[in-house]
T-cell receptor, first 115, second 112 residues
Framework: SQKIEQNSEALNIQEGKTATLTCNYTNYSPAYLQWYRQDPGRGPVFLLLIRENEKEKRKERLKVTFDTTLKQSLFHITASQPADSATYLCALDIPHNQAGTALIFGKGTTLSVSS | DAGVIQSPRHEVTEMGQEVTLRCKPISGHDYLFWYRQTMMRGLELLIYFNNNVPIDDSGMPEDRFSAKMPNASFSTLKIQPSEPRDSAVYFC??????????FGPGTRLTVL
């Protein structure tokens, strides 16, 4: 069965440093991978989508890499700020029973940026 | 656009009662998803619709759960009878092409 693992439940870093979050998956090669941000008491918010033929994608201070050989995605936040503190979820479009594919989420990594 | 709208935001009920959660997707979106989130299991896909038709309901825990989408602007998730283990935050999301999903604020359900 498909498995999605995010490297740790919590990550604590100092303001100004680069935060790196990891998403590993097994048993499938997804067509794309997404990252979402979730703040307490709110729904997840889409950040970035990277396709299997893309190695890297950037958006402002965010950078995502996608290594289909290692079956891993790295999510970087450069020059981190306390406002970046949130839970970050990776999600993959993978086979889901006989109905085709569905977006399946990892459990998330909670990032805390201290000033 | 107002985004995905869910109601109620909070629901407290007693075991055995029927619970109905409501969702209005973003206008023009063809896909609608229902998720459940708990600390233990994370965000789980329950069911999703395409053009109002249920496509994959394999995530629905058991027959006590049912979902409908009578038209493009409204969907319900019903639990009957509810049990304490159903306590969770339930999210509705919609998307245009089944990739980037837009989530509602969620309904926090507590079953006593």
């Amino acid at each position: 069965s498909q498995k999605i693992e995010q490297n740790s439940e919590a990550l604590n870093i100092q303001e100004g440093k680069t935060a790196t979050l990891t998403c590993n998956y097994t048993n499938y090669s997804p067509a794309y991978l997404q990252w979402y941000r979730q703040d307490p008491g709110r729904g997840p918010v889409f950040l970035l989508l990277i396709r299997e033929n893309e190695k890297e994608k950037r958006k402002e201070r965010l950078k995502v890499t996608f290594d289909t050989t290692l079956k891993q995605s790295l999510f970087h936040i450069t020059a981190s700020q306390p406002a970046d503190s949130a839970t970050y979820l990776c999600a993959l479009d993978i086979p889901h029973n006989q109905a085709g594919t569905a977006l399946i989420f990892g459990k998330g990594t909670t990032l805390s940026v201290s000033s | 656009d107002a985004g995905v709208i869910q109601s109620p935001r909070h629901e407290v009920t007693e075991m055995g009662q029927e619970v109905t959660l409501r969702c209005k997707p973003i206008s023009g979106h063809d896909y609608l998803f229902w998720y459940r989130q708990t600390m233990m299991r994370g965000l789980e896909l329950l069911i999703y619709f395409n053009n109002n038709v249920p496509i994959d309901d394999s995530g629905m825990p058991e027959d006590r759960f049912s979902a409908k989408m009578p038209n493009a602007s409204f969907s319900t998730l019903k639990i009957q009878p509810s049990e304490p283990r159903d306590s969770a935050v339930y999210f509705c999301a919609s998307s245009l092409m089944k990739d980037t999903q837009y989530f509602g604020p969620g309904t926090r359900l507590t079953v006593l």
